[in-house]
Nanobody, 123 residues
């Protein structure tokens, strides 16, 4: 059973920083793209950033220059360094990954999500 476990959320003042981590565990043969999404109060879930296996990154316009995504393939972990945080960054942040794992006795690619971690930016 594959699991994605996030950590690092919390309460921070505007202008502050947080670092989110997401570690994959379970019967994993490979991991392709990894990324972060967020869902603010009364908003739809939106893309924050993604990273490929060889380190190519993509960011939402709203976080460019403030957030940095990275990954450690050996540790099966993706990170999101968030700087210059704003109140509008307040949301539940979800980790996402495309993982090659065994399902019902067969190896296949699947799309997996973490449980989410709350980030609140407020003074």
């Amino acid at each position: 059973q594959v699991q994605l476990v996030e950590s690092g959320g919390g309460l921070v003042q505007p202008g502050g920083s947080l670092r989110l981590s997401c570690a994959a565990s379970g019967s994993i043969l490979g991991i392709n793209d990894m990324g972060w999404y967020r869902q603010g109060p009364e908003k739809q879930r939106e893309l924050v950033s993604t990273i490929t296996t060889d380190g190519n990154t993509n960011y939402a316009d709203s976080v460019k220059g403030r957030f940095t995504i990275s990954r450690d393939n050996a540790k099966k972990t993706v990170y999101l360094q968030m700087n210059s945080l704003r109140p509008e960054d307040t949301a539940v942040y979800y980790c996402n990954a495309a993982i090659f794992t065994k399902v019902d006795g067969r190896w296949r690619w699947g799309d997996y999500w973490g449980q989410g971690t709350q980030v609140t930016v407020s003074s």
